[in-house]
């Protein structure tokens, strides 16, 4: 599967923004999905997760009650909602699919990435 995020951009603290993640390839609706993000000088890290028909969901303790994952499996998309957005959310956000390792919250698990879209949470 390819993976295209989009959506990204710069954003006041307090703010909100939608990122996007378009798949194409094989079946949408095969994989389960995640998005991650890679700030500056950090490692990279999980951010949330989505079961192939968004049954489950699993959020990092640091965005949980701020961010929504969501899929729409007719659009071959998956999005995150990003609400209240602070400025230790500013990284380059990836989103990534698997295929047989379940709803999986480590990035090791994931075969397929996308390229990146970049948010900038200003103070």
């Known amino acids: 599967v390819q993976l295209q995020a989009f959506g990204g951009g710069l954003v006041q603290a307090g703010g909100s923004l939608r990122l996007s993640c378009a798949a194409s390839?094989?079946?949408?609706?095969?994989?389960?999905m995640g998005w991650f993000r890679q700030a500056p000088g950090k490692e990279r890290e999980f951010v949330a997760a989505?079961?192939?028909?968004?049954?489950?969901?699993y959020y990092a303790d640091s965005v949980k009650g701020r961010f929504t994952i969501s899929r729409d499996n007719a659009k071959n998309t998956m999005y995150l909602q990003m609400n209240s957005l602070k400025p230790e959310d500013t990284a380059v956000y990836y989103c990534?699919?698997?295929?047989?390792?379940?709803?999986?919250?480590?990035?090791?698990?994931?075969?397929?990435w996308g390229q990146g879209t970049q948010l900038t949470v200003s103070s």
């Open positions: 990534a699919a698997t295929v047989g390792a379940g709803t999986t919250t480590s990035g090791g698990d994931f075969r397929s």
């Open positions: 390839g094989r079946p949408f609706s095969s994989y389960d």
């Open positions: 989505i079961s192939w028909n968004g049954g489950d969901t």
